[in-house]
T-cell receptor
């Protein structure tokens, strides 16, 4: 079975540039989560969606960050403009919404902002 | 300047020995817990879960113990193998939707 698919796996770009991270959740999963992982702060929840609707975006650090889920099989996390402190590994996870279910993670996008 | 990062607890064990990884959770209302394993360059991978109406749950070579009185969770790995080397996270859910809160993780190193 295909797991959560993230792209790109690695991204290196200069500060000020727009960055778009992509996620395809597991088919049939109707909750999707974006996390950021750094040595300084560990694993932080940025935003999550239920049935394509954003439920809690309180973890989004600034207005430079935005996330969309136009359909059940695709989500994007965008940073514009990017800054060096945004460098981190960004994970997408998905789960079923029925009851409380484990989240299944992709392998992440390692983002480096120069 | 000096950078300050998370202090990640570490555990080193000999191959074949049993490992115990501990986690103290914060919310007494949490009623569902998961252990994740994260290998280098990969995302966290589900290992085992337990709900608050249980004290113990066993999987293949892994056992999770839950002590709600002291808000403590542990993961026991039997006959630890080099492939078990990874960072292990506990995650808790306080029945406030499907949002989980993750611990800082424990780094396990298995010595061949």
């Amino acid at each position: 079975d295909a797991g959560v698919i993230q792209s790109p796996r690695h991204e290196v770009t200069e500060m000020g540039q727009e960055v778009t991270l992509r996620c395809k959740p597991i088919s049939g999963h109707n909750s999707l989560f974006w996390y950021r992982q750094t040595m300084m702060r560990g694993l932080e929840l940025l935003i999550y969606f239920n049935n394509n609707v954003p439920i809690d975006d309180s973890g989004m650090p600034e207005d430079r960050f935005s996330a969309k889920m136009p359909n059940a099989s695709f989500s994007t996390l965008k940073i514009q403009p990017s800054e060096p402190r945004d460098s981190a590994v960004y994970f997408c996870a998905s789960s079923l919404l029925t009851g409380v279910q484990p989240q299944h993670f992709g392998d992440g996008t390692r983002l480096s902002i120069l | 300047g000096e950078s300050v990062g998370l202090h990640l607890p570490t555990l080193s064990v000999q191959e074949g020995d049993n490992s115990i990884i501990n986690c103290a959770y914060s919310n007494s209302a949490s009623d569902y817990f998961i252990w994740y394993k994260q290998e280098s360059g990969k995302g966290p991978q589900f290992i085992i879960d337990i709900r608050s109406n249980m004290d113990k749950r066993q999987g293949q070579r892994v056992t999770v113990l839950l002590n709600k009185t002291v808000k403590h969770l542990s993961l026991q790995i039997a006959a630890t193998q080099p492939g078990d080397s990874a960072v292990y996270f506990c995650a808790e859910n306080a029945n406030t939707g499907n949002q989980f809160y993750f611990g800082t993780g424990t780094s396990l190193t298995v010595i061949p």
